[in-house]
């Protein structure tokens, strides 16, 4: 299993200027380290692969960063649908670039669209067709596109794993995988075993997180049964740590976390490494 770090821990923006937080996130005993990209992002691919390959660290990219609103592959709007795909591919680019082995998050649509209404008969198809269009892209460049099951205060689209499942078996992509959130999830699914084993062996990775985006451990996400799951599925991917620092001015409001849960994320890193590695070596 490898164990990671999303930049947000640490900062509330990616720039060669961050790049030592891969020896920072190497020195704290992970293994990967998730990028946030975007318009809004200078990125510089070959620096990014040069440090993380010196560091013998994975690189993991996610679109955190400006992200069209238009640019959505389950668009009512074909125009838009298009946009998405090639925003995407873009990115899909400059991930292999940097040598990156994953690109993860909602990419079937756009978080923060929520759709009030019956879902259109051809929305999830369509999506599926854009993942497939997008995916074919990702195996030619040797990268998993991992979809996020995110809460319906976020998307209407794919809020469970069960959803999630059935837009991969409409894609039909091998390279298409599942990233689990537990913050995501508290609020859709009440058995975290059968959404676990649901996903099955597309299951790339886990984001571990609280039910309030804090330490994982002493909330309300089940952990005892995840983790014992886990074992039993001899899950060996990617288990990543994400939330926002709350110390960086007004970071965390603006991603809409109004709490102090995470001061520092050193000390957020080394209490969840600890908690996750006793757990799962006690399931």
């Known amino acids: 299993m490898k164990y990671g770090g999303h930049i947000f821990l640490w900062t509330d923006r990616w720039s060669n200027e961050q790049l030592d937080l891969f020896d920072r996130a190497r020195r704290l005993g992970l293994d990967f380290l998730e990028l946030a990209v975007g318009d809004d992002i200078e990125f510089d691919a070959v620096a990014v692969r040069r440090r993380a390959e010196s560091l013998e660290m994975d690189v993991v990219l996610s679109p955190g960063g400006d992200w069209p609103m238009e640019a959505d592959l389950s668009h009512d709007d074909a125009e838009c649908r298009v946009l998405g795909l090639d925003w995407h591919r873009n990115w899909l680019e400059r991930a292999a670039d940097a040598g990156a082995v994953a690109y993860t998050g909602a990419i079937y649509g756009h978080p923060g ?5 019956l879902p259109p008969p051809d929305e999830l198809p369509r999506a599926a067709e854009n993942l497939g269009r997008l995916a074919d ?3 030619e460049l040797g990268i998993v596109i991992a979809i996020e ?3 319906h205060f976020r998307t209407h689209l794919v809020n469970t794993v069960a959803q999630a499942r059935r837009l ?4 039909e992509r091998p390279a298409l995988r599942l990233l689990l959130d537990t913050y995501h999830l508290v609020t859709e699914i009440r058995d975290y075993a059968t959404a676990i084993r649901e996903a099955g062996d597309r299951l790339w990775g886990v984001h571990a997180c609280e039910n309030d985006r804090g330490v994982p451990g002493g909330g309300l996400v089940p952990w005892p049964t995840i983790f014992e799951t886990l074992r ?7 288990l990543g740590f ?8 007004d970071f965390a ?3 809409g976390m109004f709490h102090n849960v995470c001061p520092d994320g050193d000390t957020f890193v080394n209490e969840a490494l600890s908690f996750v590695r006793t757990g799962l070596a006690a399931s």
């Open 232 to 238: 039993e599925v001899e899950f060996d991917g990617y």
């Open 253 to 255: 409001p603006r991603r």
């Open 168 to 171: 991969l078996d409409l894609a």
């Open 149 to 151: 099951p995110m809460s």
């Open 242 to 249: 994400e939330t926002y620092n709350s110390s960086l001015s």
């Open 113 to 117: 669209c929520v759709q009030r209404r």
């Open 137 to 139: 892209r990702a195996a």
